[in-house]
């Protein structure tokens, strides 16, 4: 059963399940989706920290959080994890419980790609250690409210299943950076792509223009005379609209556009502006950084 979004007490998703199945995977993508993460929790040291959960002010910005515990865990204990996901619940604390589940097969060649033990093997082989651990995590697996086996996912997948069955897709979001710079002091080396604006008209070669920017207007009005810039900034809307969510959907957080021209002054200053606003309206997280004129404002 899924537990739901919110709660005047806040959430809480408790992540466990095979060793090498994908829990810290698990945790990074509800980090991204705005819970605080917590892994190899002590089980004796859980009710502590999920006490203030608890409590109907529970609120800001740690009222999320998710709990990583598997059989590593010091005094790991299927009945005490399961006990704990009962006093929450009790206590009208909206808590799901995520099962990370593989075939032996895929974990063994894990294992073995990565040259670690198996936690519960010790030394001996690793399908020993599994058969252990799946003993031991079988009343968890039966309570889990979602259930999610790694063995042939790709990472977006992975992470599609698990905001989906946990109900918190729309939580993630693209934080966008656009950097205006010129090209005469070399790329921004973190730019994920870059757009080239010099075939713009330059208002350099205008002397009343040359000591202006392009925060400010009179650029503006000077570049938006260029026959060519309306449709320019048009078909690079259409080529961003579709591929921001895409981007999103195969997990990148992160995305740097660059905007170029010869100085960094003039042209590129003024298309990231008008970049930013677009995208802060489409509801876009944007920071705008003017690299050569050495200033950065958060759009």
């Not at 080396?189 to 040359?210: G, I, K, Q, S, W």
Request: hydrophobic share 40%; with cysteine; aromatic share 6%.
């Amino acid at each position: 059963m899924n537990q739901g979004m919110a709660s005047p007490a806040g959430r809480v998703v408790l992540v466990t399940g095979l060793s090498g199945a994908g829990r810290t995977t698990c945790l990074k993508t509800l980090e991204d989706n705005g819970f605080e993460a917590v892994d190899n929790l002590p089980l004796s040291l859980m009710p502590a920290l999920l006490a203030p959960f608890s409590e109907e002010t529970a609120s800001g910005p740690t009222n999320m959080i998710a709990v990583g515990v598997d059989t590593r865990t010091r005094d790991f204990d299927a009945d005490a994890l399961l006990g704990n996901l009962d006093r929450l619940r009790s206590n009208g604390v909206s808590t799901s419980l995520v099962f990370l589940d593989c075939d032996d097969d895929v974990l063994i060649r894990r294992f073995t790609e990565t040259r670690r033990k198996h936690p519960l093997a010790k030394d001996r082989p690793i399908a020993d250690g599994l058969r252990m651990e799946r003993a031991l995590l079988s009343p968890v697996r039966d309570r889990a409210d979602v259930v999610i086996d790694s063995s042939h996912l790709a990472l977006p997948d992975f992470r599609q299943i698990l905001v989906n069955g946990l109900g918190v897709e729309g939580a993630r979001s693209l934080t966008i950076s656009i950097t205006s710079f010129g090209f005469r002091n070399g790329l921004p080396r973190e730019a994920d792509m870059v757009f080239d604006v010099r075939f713009l008209a330059n208002p350099h070669y205008d002397p009343m223009l040359r000591p202006l920017d392009g925060r400010d207007e009179p650029i503006g009005a000077f570049i938006r005379q260029d026959e060519d810039f309306k449709g320019f900034m048009d078909r690079l809307r259409s080529f961003l609209e579709p591929l921001l969510p895409r981007y999103v959907g195969e997990g990148k957080s992160y995305l740097t556009i660059g905007v170029g021209c010869t100085g960094g002054r003039h042209r590129s200053v003024f298309v990231a502006i008008q970049l930013a606003e677009w995208l802060r309206a489409s509801g876009h997280g944007v920071t705008l950084r003017h690299r050569d004129l050495d200033s950065t404002t958060a759009v």
